[in-house]
């Protein structure tokens, strides 16, 4: 079982820059595919990014492409989120999510969930 803590969320102008963490408790992180996906309020929870295992390959939705980067280090158990060029419409709830389907996309094929952490951009 992995158990999922992020940080790193808060309020930005427009344009501004967000780094988000998540912290993975557990020996198995590096087993396990990792995403992020983000929730707007009154908006279903939508997917962001997903990098693999071993770290080496990564996939981008198209609304965070060239914006976003996902990243991670196995060897402290930690997933990253570097946000850059935020705008408004990137307000919403981030969740780090673990799994064992290489690259998913959809949330259902994740196993383990954070909390989230809040990231509001301000126009």
């Known amino acids: 079982q992995v158990q999922l803590v992020e940080s790193g969320g808060g309020l930005v102008q427009a344009g501004g820059s967000l780094r988000l963490s998540c912290a993975a408790s557990?020996?198995?992180?590096?087993?396990?595919?990792m995403g992020w996906f983000r929730q707007a309020s009154g908006k279903e929870r939508e997917f962001v990014t997903a990098?693999?295992?071993?770290?080496?390959?990564?996939y981008y939705s198209d609304s965070v492409k060239g914006r976003f980067t996902i990243s991670r280090d196995n060897a402290k158990n930690t997933l990253y989120l570097q946000m850059n060029s935020l705008r408004p419409e990137d307000t919403a709830v981030y969740y780090c999510?673990?799994?064992?389907?290489?690259?998913?996309?959809?949330?259902?094929?994740?196993?383990?969930w954070g909390q989230g952490t809040q990231v509001t951009v301000s126009s």
């Open positions: 990098i693999s295992r071993s770290g080496v390959s990564t």
């Open positions: 999510a673990a799994g064992r389907l290489q690259l998913a996309r959809t949330a259902r094929d994740y196993d383990y």
């Open positions: 557990g020996r198995t992180f590096n087993s396990y595919t």
